[in-house]
């Protein structure tokens, strides 16, 4: 298979010089990021701003508003609420329904290979008093659309995402329920366009540009995808969304979003439990659980961008205050970019490619403004760390 050279710099726009936050850990290779004169980053701005200027009593108000204007008093479902069963998800429809009465339906994108904690997890949450709908696709076509992704987009995760993103909406229009509610804006919280920060909504119109790469499912259909095979990734008919007068909305607007005690709350009262070993490649035990091949799409992120799971996870707790820039500074030393070994078989089973394809493919993403290589040894340029005072126990690259 021929795998052409890709020039990741000017497809993400990635800035020629590397700089880091100067309050958190993220680099400014993050796509649509923005670092300000004294070099802080969009999602630093946004948490100074969370702390000081949001009046959260206000935004409850506002959420007790809009949960009585999609109120229904039939019995049906008047919220649907997207849940794989972890933390983040489970909060969500935990409180919609306990505090805010809401009636949810959750649904749950199928992983694509689902691990045993995220089963365990999933049926916990169903177990405490959750209805659900799992939209499992056709896994022929997802292994397919997978390698096809992991090749072409240099991240195996598309797939999911088009689920992830367009599956809800399909149910929302399906059991007539008008409003959607997520966790949190991504692009806010941890740094991207921020042109929806100060409001509580996500527009369908806004899909193609965060979620699909820029690339819609379509796309696959010049690779040898049939139109029929895509259905369940795509979004219903825009005039079916608008007929059921779909919101889709973000908790985090109206409520303070911790991931940290999201994971508390969900301990204690959705059934909720961490792994019992931290995820390959960061530190933490509870986030993005369920699925094996999920370190892959972490691991393509510090290849293209130079930024880990470690990073990103160090970086929202540094702005939630769990954890000091030094901190979170050792922490990406010991475990960013390490590979995600343990599900390697697997993924290169699912995908069904070999492992010089696997790494021809990988290093068809690195750009030569973070990389370099040293003899057979690929080198990031630009750490947050000192390279040269590497500490015992720390993960090499
Ligand atoms: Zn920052």
Not at 245 to 253: A, D, G, R, V
Request: charge should be neutral; proline fraction near 5%; hydrophobic fraction near 30%.
């Amino acid at each position: 298979m021929h795998i052409e050279k890709k020039d990741t710099q000017t497809k993400y726009n990635l800035p020629p010089q590397v700089k880091f936050c100067t309050k958190c850990v993220i680099s400014n290779q993050r796509p649509r990021i923005i670092f300000d004169q004294d070099g802080v980053c969009s999602a630093c701005q946004f948490a100074e701003f969370k702390k000081t200027q949001i009046n959260w009593e206000q935004r409850e108000a506002e959420l007790q508003a809009l949960c009585n204007k999609h109120r229904k008093d039939d019995g049906s479902y008047d919220i649907l609420v997207p849940c794989s069963g972890g933390k983040d998800g489970g909060f969500v429809a935990h409180i919609l329904k306990s505090k805010y009465g809401m009636n949810p339906l959750t649904v749950t994108w199928a992983p694509h290979i689902a691990t045993e904690i995220g089963r365990q997890n999933l049926t916990n949450f169903i177990d405490s008093g959750f209805d659900n709908i799992v939209g499992t696709p056709n896994g022929h076509i997802h292994r397919l659309l997978t390698k096809l992704s992991f090749i072409h987009l240099g991240d195996n995760f598309q797939p999911f995402i088009y689920g992830q993103t367009n599956f809800p909406l399909r149910m929302a229009v399906q059991h007539n329920i008008s409003l959607i509610m997520y966790g949190e804006n991504g692009e806010v919280e941890y740094g991207g366009n921020m042109k929806n920060a100060f409001r509580p909504t996500r527009e369908v119109a806004d899909h193609d540009n965060h979620y699909f790469s820029g690339l819609p499912p379509e796309f696959w259909i010049k690779h040898g995808v049939k139109p029929q095979d895509l259905h369940p990734y795509l979004a219903p008919p825009y005039e079916k969304i608008k007929k059921n007068n779909t919101e889709i909305h973000f908790l985090s607007y109206y409520h303070h979003w911790d991931p940290q005690e999201n994971y508390y709350y969900c301990r204690e009262h959705t059934g909720f439990r961490p792994n019992s070993a931290r995820s390959e490649g960061t530190y933490s035990k509870y986030a993005s659980l369920d699925d094996k091949l999920d370190g892959f799409h972490y691991y393509l992120g510090f290849i293209k961008f130079g930024i880990g799971r470690a990073t990103s996870d160090a970086a929202h707790e540094i702005r939630d205050a769990k954890i000091n820039r030094e901190e979170g500074i050792a922490l990406i030393r010991k475990y960013d970019g390490e590979f995600p070994q343990k599900h390697f078989r697997e993924f290169l089973e699912y995908c069904n490619i070999d492992e010089g394809t696997f790494w021809t493919v990988i290093d068809s993403w690195r750009s030569e403004h973070l990389w370099k290589k040293e003899g057979e040894k690929w080198i990031l340029k630009n750490t947050i760390y000192d390279r040269n005072n590497l500490s015992e126990g720390a993960y090499i690259i």
